[in-house]
């Protein structure tokens, strides 16, 4: 047989999940000096991940990396395979038999536990769900959001935070004219919610949000950041951190804080404007309080302790109640397992040596993984160019070992499987006859889409 990743041998590889750490490392693939094939898998009948359904739908600049997206799918190496999910209609063994390598790219669907009592009671809710609701993600199509509430609490102090709680904030005319979905847009112009806590269990110089997010909390149209001075005041392990040069998103956020609390006062009648978004700091929910639903927060105040950097909060034994019938619980994603591939359940990542796929240390054979799968939750759309990049050179270096002198067919021999189970599949044509029309969908409305947020919606744009 000729050489793995010639001409005759193309090098084929699998990937799991088409967000931006699957297209990057399709790119890489692609840009290699060898010869690939990639087929990329895809749960849903639409590409690009979180970029799709993660992205605030106000933030239509990120989206922006669809684009590249697009063009990398337009190479002739590139292969999609949508509405296919891995471990149930396909499984890891056939890869295995289809593929010479499989990258795994599918990042961190769930959610990490807060672990107090309550946690589950109606009315509490993760931030992935909300995000994916209100993007539009078939999974989370039919969940209800009651925002009858007039206080809502939002726990963590991240991006993800800032994206609820901006949401949340906003006037109907600030998102109608963004790819929110309809049914959300529809609920939110029902929102009864006037005060929004976003609560942070360390300090304003620990706060996890950019620069760039914090400052929209002060343009919005009808809503005002509300920041009490009184929490502004810094340990001297903090004042440290402030201090340091390489931190300086840090001190642009904790700045911006600052000004928040020059503007306004936490008391409503203080207000111009109809919604307040309150930014709390050093407090963390120790319980869920509520009969069949989420009737209060119990909360106790914190203490920093710790050198620069490494400062941890500690419960003071003080606590007081919010009450408030919605919260959402921002604490980081997390990955979820698939049947036949190793799985590190305390990080909810899958073990690996620089994106090699590893098994009480030692390195399974063709199994790579990308993106937040392989490092955690962290970084921002760019990141995981780099992260998939290292992955690829791994897998390229590992070549001698993935020629086994087997023949590997790729798509090839997953389409008769598939269709033996009845699987529609779709390539990324078909994906971008359902773009098209959403596209369409939305021109009336003054919207860049109108998403289609059913499954079965997308594929009779098809059939
Ligand atoms: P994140 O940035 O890691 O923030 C998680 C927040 O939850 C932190 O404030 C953290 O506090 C807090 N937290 C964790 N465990 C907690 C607990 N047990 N109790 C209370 N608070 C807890 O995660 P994320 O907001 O989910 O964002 C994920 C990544 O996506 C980030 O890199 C983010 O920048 C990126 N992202 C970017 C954008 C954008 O560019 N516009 C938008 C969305 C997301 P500690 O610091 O104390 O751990």
Not at 50 to 58: K, Y
Not at 105 to 124: M, N, V
Request: charged share 25%; proline share 5%; net charge negative.
């Amino acid at each position: 047989m000729a050489q793995l990743g010639s001409e005759n041998n193309p090098l084929r590889v699998a990937i799991v999940g088409s967000g931006p750490s699957g297209f990057y490392a399709a790119e890489a693939l692609i840009k290699s000096d060898i010869n690939v094939k990639v087929d990329v898998l895809e749960r849903l009948p639409s590409p690009f991940g979180l970029v799709r359904s993660g992205v605030a739908p106000d933030h239509p600049k990120l989206k922006q990396a669809i684009l590249l997206y697009d063009k990398i799918a337009q190479s002739p190496e590139f292969n999609l395979i949508a509405n296919v999910t891995v471990g149930k209609d396909i499984s890891v063994d056939e890869l295995r038999g289809s593929h010479h390598a499989i990258i795994f790219t599918c990042g961190a669907e769930s959610d990490r536990k807060l672990g107090i009592p309550g946690e589950d009671l109606a009315g509490s809710y993760t931030a992935t769900e909300f995000v994916a609701w209100y993007n539009g993600h078939p999974d989370y199509r039919q969940r209800q959001f009651d925002l009858s509430n007039e206080v809502a609490v939002i726990i963590g102090q991240g991006n993800v935070a800032a994206d609820v709680a901006r949401i949340l904030s906003k006037t109907v005319d600030e998102l109608k004219h963004t790819d929110i979905a309809e049914h959300a847009l529809d609920a939110l112009a029902e929102s009864k919610i006037r005060e929004i806590y976003v609560i942070g269990r360390r300090g304003p110089a620990q706060a996890k949000f950019t620069p760039k997010e914090l400052r929209e909390f002060g343009e919005l149209e009808d809503c005002d950041a509300v920041v009490d001075s009184s929490e502004l005041e810094l340990n001297e392990a903090s004042i440290k951190e402030l201090g340091e040069k390489s931190n300086i998103g840090s001190k642009k956020i904790y700045d911006l804080f600052q000004k928040y609390s020059g503007l306004a006062t936490s008391g409503p009648s203080s207000s111009r404007k109809a919604r307040r978004c309150h930014f709390q700091f050093l407090r963390s929910p120790v319980e869920l309080v509520g009969d069949s639903k989420l009737e209060r927060v119990k909360i106790e105040y914190n203490q920093l302790s710790g050198d620069p950097f490494k400062q941890s909060a500690r419960g003071s034994g003080e606590f007081y109640e919010l009450e408030t019938g919605i919260l959402f619980r921002s604490i980081g994603y997390r990955g979820v397992p698939i049947e036949g591939v190793p799985f590190h359940d305390s990080w909810g990542v899958f073990p690996n040596e620089d994106g090699r796929i590893t098994e009480n240390d030692e390195t399974v054979p063709q199994f790579y993984t990308a993106g937040w799968i392989k490092r955690g939750p962290s970084g921002i759309i760019g990141t995981n160019r780099a992260c998939s990049v290292a992955t690829v050179a791994s897998l390229l270096a590992d070549l001698d070992a993935l020629d086994t002198g087997e023949e590997k067919t790729g798509a090839e021999i997953l389409y008769p499987l598939l269709d033996s189970r009845n699987v529609r599949y779709l390539n990324f044509q078909e994906w971008k006859k359902i773009d098209l029309k959403e596209v369409e969908r939305g021109e009336p409305k003054g919207k860049p889409r109108e998403k289609f947020t059913f499954v079965d919606e997308m594929m009779s744009v098809l059939d």
